[in-house]
């Protein structure tokens, strides 16, 4: 992992997306498909035709070591995509983790081989292998256009893009948040509420205690 992605990497996806400016989620219900897995790195981008994943036999291939493929499946989000063998192969060219907007399937041995999937939930529906679609090629999954080598970055809360000509501006704005963030747990340390850490109390007009 290069220098400018362990820094992203040492931010949580929530602090992202908010350095960001409320942009770069995907979907709420992908998720690391064992808690603890997280994800960084460049995107190499898939577009399948729905139950179709021949595709994603070429992108393990093609992409670059330290890539992460990130996939979206036009709409078909219950097929089961991505199992134990594309898992195998793509460790072998060095991908670093999976993000599909569908399914995978044979979760225990994907996790018995240590690799970050991050998917819509479980399928053991099948795919067939008819190759139309994209690689390398922008995709947008959910309300985010992800092109190839923006930064994808995946914790338990989820997967959040940060474009890759924003990288150097969005670690400003997270250290910023998170320096925030410190003081405030500090003043909530010193028995204050958040009504009047942020001056809501005042600013709203709402009683910042209960009168007793």
């Not at 070429?58 to 992409?63: D, F």
């Given at each position: 992992?290069?220098?400018?992605?362990?820094?992203?990497?040492?931010?949580?996806?929530?602090?992202?997306?908010?350095?960001?400016?409320?942009?770069?989620?995907?979907?709420?219900?992908?998720?690391?498909?064992?808690?603890?897995?997280?994800?960084?790195?460049?995107?190499?981008?898939?577009?399948?035709?729905?139950?179709?994943?021949?595709?994603?036999?070429?992108?393990?291939?093609?992409?670059?070591?330290g890539?992460?493929?990130?996939?979206?499946?036009?709409?078909?989000?219950?097929?089961?995509?991505?199992?134990?063998?594309?898992?195998?192969?793509?460790q072998?060219?060095?991908?670093?983790?999976?993000?599909?907007?569908?399914?995978?399937?044979?979760a225990?041995?994907?996790?018995?081989?240590?690799?970050?999937?991050?998917?819509?939930?479980?399928?053991?529906?099948?795919?067939?292998?008819?190759?139309?679609?994209?690689?390398n090629?922008?995709i947008?999954?959910?309300?985010?256009?992800i092109?190839?080598?923006?930064?994808?970055?995946?914790d338990?809360?989820?997967?959040?893009?940060?474009?890759?000509?924003?990288i150097?501006?969005?670690?400003?704005?997270?250290i910023?948040?998170e320096?925030?963030?410190?003081?405030?747990?500090?003043?909530?340390l010193?028995g204050?509420?958040?009504?009047e850490?942020?001056?809501?109390?005042?600013?709203?007009?709402?009683?910042?205690?209960?009168?007793?």
């Amino acid at each position: 992992m290069n220098d400018t992605y362990k820094k992203l990497s040492d931010f949580g996806t929530a602090t992202l997306h908010e350095a960001m400016g409320r942009k770069g989620n995907l979907p709420h219900n992908i998720k690391p498909i064992n808690a603890s897995m997280k994800l960084c790195g460049p995107a190499y981008t898939v577009r399948l035709k729905p139950y179709n994943n021949i595709l994603l036999h070429q992108a393990y291939a093609y992409a670059e070591e330290g890539q992460i493929i990130i996939v979206d499946c036009q709409g078909g989000v219950d097929g089961g995509y991505w199992g134990d063998l594309l898992t195998l192969g793509a460790q072998q060219f060095g991908v670093k983790g999976l993000v599909i907007d569908g399914c995978v399937r044979d979760a225990d041995e994907i996790e018995e081989l240590n690799f970050p999937v991050f998917s819509r939930g479980l399928s053991v529906r099948g795919t067939g292998k008819d190759i139309e679609g994209s690689l390398n090629e922008t995709i947008t999954i959910g309300s985010v256009d992800i092109q190839p080598g923006d930064i994808i970055v995946g914790d338990r809360d989820g997967v959040v893009v940060v474009p890759k000509d924003e990288i150097e501006v969005t670690i400003e704005k997270a250290i910023s948040r998170e320096e925030k963030e410190a003081f405030v747990r500090q003043e909530l340390l010193k028995g204050k509420n958040s009504l009047e850490i942020y001056n809501w109390g005042e600013k709203y007009n709402i009683p910042t205690r209960k009168d007793t």
